[in-house]
Nanobody
Framework: QVQLVESGGGLVQPGGSLRLSCASS????????MGWYRQAPGKQRGMVAV???????TYADSVKGRFTISRDNAKNTVYLQMNSLKPEDTAVYYC?????????????WGQGTQVTVSS
């Protein structure tokens, strides 16, 4: 069974930084595309950043220049470094794994970790 476990969320002041981690199971899926998504109360879940197994990245316009997604394939872990945080970044952040190249789905999600940016 594919499992994603997130950590690193918390409460920070505007302008602060956080680093989220997502550890995934399944060594045969170590090069799968992974991403970070977020959802605020009453809002739809949206893409924040995506990274392929080869390291190609994609970012939402709202986080470009502030957030950095990276991965360590040996550890089956993806990271999201969040700098210059704004109140509008407040949301539950979810890790995602896309296993469609393996004949499975793209609906593998972590449990979510709360990020709150407030004074």
């Amino acid at each position: 069974q594919v499992q994603l476990v997130e950590s690193g969320g918390g409460l920070v002041q505007p302008g602060g930084s956080l680093r989220l981690s997502c550890a995934s199971s399944g060594s045969i899926f170590s090069r799968a595309t992974m991403g970070w998504y977020r959802q605020a109360p009453g809002k739809q879940r949206g893409m924040v950043a995506v990274i392929t197994g080869g390291g190609t990245t994609t970012y939402a316009d709202s986080v470009k220049g502030r957030f950095t997604i990276s991965r360590d394939n040996a550890k089956n872990t993806v990271y999201l470094q969040m700098n210059s945080l704004k109140p509008e970044d407040t949301a539950v952040y979810y890790c995602n794994k896309d296993l469609r190249p393996y004949g499975l789905s793209n609906q593998y999600w972590g449990q979510g970790t709360q990020v709150t940016v407030s004074s």
